[in-house]
């Protein structure tokens, strides 16, 4: 199985300010999705991180809210920009690749105040 | 984005009792995906399906892909307290290599 870490696991951090949260994958995959999960709903998809090119953003969110990197096959980075408490939630980097199917992080637990 | 209605929305259960859930959807998809989470964790991957018509099994999980591809089924058999979770169905349009849509999720409750 594909493994993922995702850092940091878990922060507060004060609004008005950015984090970026970091995803590793063991072995290269060519694309890698983005997900946000607030508190008691489902997964929404941020923005599919495409390797050499900008990330593909879903409707609702936009790239200076959430910059996304991806310098190579087994990294990319998600910012959540001038945080406010409704960008609390866990945020969860996934890959998919063939014979290896829609694994995720552990997630980033973020709490704005 | 793609909109997946699963239902019910919590289910609370005795140990040992058969459970099922399904997913609906607006459009059709290629591939279904069911997938479990625990707090704090991120969501594990229990079944994936590929072809309208297939029913597939891992181990007390049972899951099958909808013949018109927009809905799917999961069944646990002899539900034990480990079963307790939030399962949630998610959507692909392709085989491989894109983005999934999830599903509302079903809350699992287990009483010994």
């Known amino acids: 199985s594909a493994v993922i870490s995702q850092k940091p696991s878990r922060d507060i951090c004060q609004r008005g300010t950015s984090l970026t949260i970091q995803c590793q994958v063991d072995s290269q995959v060519t694309m890698m999705f983005w997900y946000r999960q607030q508190p008691g709903q489902s997964l929404t998809l941020i923005a599919t991180a495409n390797q050499g090119s900008e990330a593909t953003y879903e409707s609702g969110f936009v790239i200076d809210k959430f910059p996304i990197s991806r310098p190579n096959l087994t990294f990319s980075t998600l910012t959540v920009s001038n945080m406010s408490p409704e960008d609390s939630s866990i945020y969860l980097c996934s890959v998919d690749r063939t014979g290896e199917r829609a694994f995720f992080g552990q997630g980033t637990r973020l709490t704005v105040v | 984005g793609q909109q997946l209605n699963q239902s019910p929305q919590s289910m609370f259960i005795q140990e040992g009792e058969d459970v099922s859930m399904n997913c609906t959807s607006s459009?059709?998809?290629?591939?279904w995906l069911w997938y479990k989470q625990e707090p704090g964790e991120g969501p594990v991957l229990l079944i994936a399906l590929y072809k309208a018509g297939e029913l597939t099994s891992n181990g007390r999980l049972t899951a099958q892909f909808g013949i018109t591809r927009k809905d799917s089924f999961l069944n646990i058999s002899a539900s034990i307290p480990s079963d307790v979770g939030i399962y949630f169905c998610a959507g692909q349009f392709t085989n491989t290599g894109n983005q999934f849509y999830f599903g509302t999720g079903t809350s699992l409750t287990v009483i010994p």
């Open positions: 459009s059709i998809f290629n591939t």
